[in-house]
């Protein structure tokens, strides 16, 4: 009976052949760590080292994440001429000392040494931090807050602010207090109805919210009582201005048609030619048959798809962002299978003396890596995030 012949391995491969192998393995590698730093700079936010869910969704699909609804159109100009025509004949409706109130309520211990002066609320700007609409603030963290329990005071409620923990509330006697509370609860609620109208910036500047026409202003101290014109239609607050302005920044950030095509092109044929060739390195060790039969394509496959969901990452949503998001997965899949076919490709085509070389390159690579890390790149990202800081004061 024939033996059969042996298979080529790159063990096999003469001496001078492994080691231009080996160069071009280990350049393909130390390419591919200056793409992640080119990704970056490219699409990450300032602070992070790659970017995040937020920022590819932006990059691609030129909207926020997490997702929320695009703010509505200017409102209708008739509508707000009535609301004009109504302030002008001077119609009045009942309306609280908004500013007056956060002050008494929340400024004592949001401010320059008060027991939260981490979370200061003493201006609009302030204020506004805590208005952004997110997955675990729907409408903002102030409005989770006030709308909490009294049980949960100082971890995930300020309800206590109103009652409890309201300055004055230990001189006032059992009787008084109970007598207090349906002030105490209109005075939340007033600020319940100003955050979920928008927290319209003028009228806390004005000191006077319009409040909705079923509010029992009666129940209001009479110190936080006052009267104003109706809030327009469409009155945006800085949650909705919030809201404009991350849709906003979203679609400036997202790469164009132009920067898109040239990404694409590049890719496909530079990186096409080497994710291919480290296949069929990989393609020749003498690892099984199912190993080599799935990490050999396995890196081409996925940039294709990869540039694939940058396309499709630009339908209209709520599709197109989990296209973004999918790229995660996909650039994930080429990162770890081209490490795992230059790794493997290099211990397989070696002998004992050859693995222990290889064994102190990869220590001495590591180290040389931690070391850039802490002296390069976390001060890199730290005085980034030390400029975004700055910038938002």
Same mark, same amino acid.
């Given at each position: 009976?024939?033996?059969?012949?042996? =298979?080529?391995?790159?063990?096999?491969?003469?001496?001078?052949?492994?080691?231009?192998?080996?160069?071009?393995?280990?350049?393909?590698?130390?390419?591919?760590?200056?793409?992640?730093?080119?990704?970056?700079?490219?699409?990450?936010?300032?602070?992070?080292?790659?970017?995040?869910?937020?920022?590819?969704?932006?990059?691609?699909?030129?909207?926020?994440?997490?997702?929320?609804?695009?703010?509505?159109?200017?409102?209708?100009?008739?509508?707000?001429?009535? *609301?004009?025509?109504?302030?002008?004949?001077?119609?009045?409706?009942?309306?609280?000392?908004?500013?007056?109130?956060?002050?008494? =309520?929340?400024?004592?211990?949001?401010?320059?040494?008060?027991?939260?002066?981490?979370?200061?609320?003493?201006?609009?700007?302030?204020?506004?931090?805590?208005?952004?609409?997110?997955?675990?603030?729907?409408?903002?963290?102030?409005?989770?807050?006030?709308?909490?329990?009294?049980?949960?005071?100082?971890?995930?409620?300020?309800?206590?602010?109103?009652?409890?923990?309201?300055?004055?509330?230990?001189?006032?006697?059992?009787?008084? =207090?109970?007598?207090?509370?349906?002030?105490?609860?209109?005075?939340?609620?007033?600020?319940?109805?100003?955050?979920?109208?928008?927290?319209?910036?003028?009228?806390?500047?004005?000191?006077?919210?319009?409040?909705?026409?079923?509010?029992?202003?009666?129940?209001?101290?009479?110190?936080?009582?006052?009267?104003?014109?109706?809030?327009?239609?469409?009155?945006?607050?800085?949650?909705?201005?919030?809201?404009?302005?991350?849709?906003?920044?979203?679609?400036?950030?997202?790469?164009?048609?132009?920067?898109?095509?040239?990404?694409?092109?590049?890719?496909?044929?530079?990186?096409?030619?080497?994710?291919?060739?480290?296949?069929? *390195?990989?393609?020749?060790?003498?690892?099984?048959?199912?190993?080599?039969?799935?990490?050999?394509?396995? *890196?081409?496959?996925?940039?294709?798809?990869?540039?694939?969901?940058?396309?499709?990452?630009?339908?209209?949503?709520?599709?197109?962002?989990?296209?973004?998001?999918?790229?995660?997965?996909?650039?994930?899949?080429?990162?770890?299978?081209?490490?795992?076919?230059?790794?493997?490709?290099?211990?397989?085509?070696?002998?004992?003396?050859?693995?222990?070389?290889?064994?102190?390159?990869?220590?001495?690579?590591?180290?040389?890596?931690?070391?850039?890390?802490?002296?390069?790149?976390?001060?890199?990202?730290?005085?980034?995030?030390?400029?975004?800081?700055?910038?938002?004061?």
């Amino acid at each position: 009976m024939t033996a059969q012949p042996s =298979r080529f391995t790159l063990r096999d491969l003469p001496i001078p052949a492994k080691l231009v192998v080996s160069a071009f393995l280990v350049s393909v590698g130390i390419g591919y760590l200056w793409a992640l730093a080119q990704i970056h700079f490219k699409h990450a936010s300032p602070g992070n080292s790659m970017p995040t869910t937020a920022d590819l969704v932006s990059r691609f699909s030129g909207v926020p994440w997490p997702l929320e609804p695009k703010p509505e159109p200017d409102p209708d100009p008739k509508k707000e001429g009535e *609301v004009a025509k109504a302030d002008a004949i001077g119609v009045k409706v009942n309306a609280v000392k908004v500013k007056q109130l956060m002050t008494n =309520r929340c400024v004592g211990c949001h401010s320059k040494d008060g027991e939260k002066e981490e979370v200061p609320l003493g201006t609009y700007e302030d204020i506004a931090r805590l208005l952004i609409k997110t997955t675990d603030h729907p409408k903002g963290h102030l409005h989770t807050v006030v709308t909490g329990s009294r049980k949960n005071w100082n971890k995930k409620s300020m309800v206590k602010a109103f009652f409890e923990k309201s300055a004055d509330w230990e001189d006032l006697t059992p009787e008084a =207090r109970k007598q207090q509370e349906p002030q105490r609860e209109a005075e939340r609620l007033a600020l319940v109805a100003w955050v979920e109208a928008g927290a319209p910036k003028a009228q806390y500047e004005a000191d006077a919210f319009p409040l909705p026409a079923d509010f029992k202003s009666q129940d209001l101290p009479e110190a936080l009582r006052t009267t104003a014109a109706p809030l327009a239609p469409g009155a945006a607050g800085a949650a909705e201005h919030t809201a404009a302005e991350k849709w906003k920044e979203a679609k400036r950030r997202q790469l164009s048609v132009d920067s898109l095509t040239q990404s694409t092109h590049a890719h496909l044929l530079t990186f096409s030619v080497l994710w291919a060739l480290t296949g069929i *390195v990989f393609a020749f060790t003498s690892y099984s048959t199912c190993l080599r039969a799935f990490l050999s394509p396995v *890196v081409l496959v996925a940039q294709i798809a990869d540039i694939a969901c940058w396309w499709l990452a630009r339908l209209e949503p709520p599709v197109g962002p989990y296209f973004a998001l999918a790229i995660m997965a996909t650039g994930a899949v080429v990162g770890i299978g081209l490490t795992a076919q230059i790794v493997l490709s290099l211990w397989n085509m070696y002998g004992p003396k050859g693995k222990l070389v290889l064994a102190i390159l990869f220590l001495t690579g590591a180290g040389l890596f931690a070391l850039t890390y802490v002296k390069v790149i976390e001060p890199q990202l730290e005085a980034e995030r030390k400029a975004v800081e700055n910038e938002g004061k």
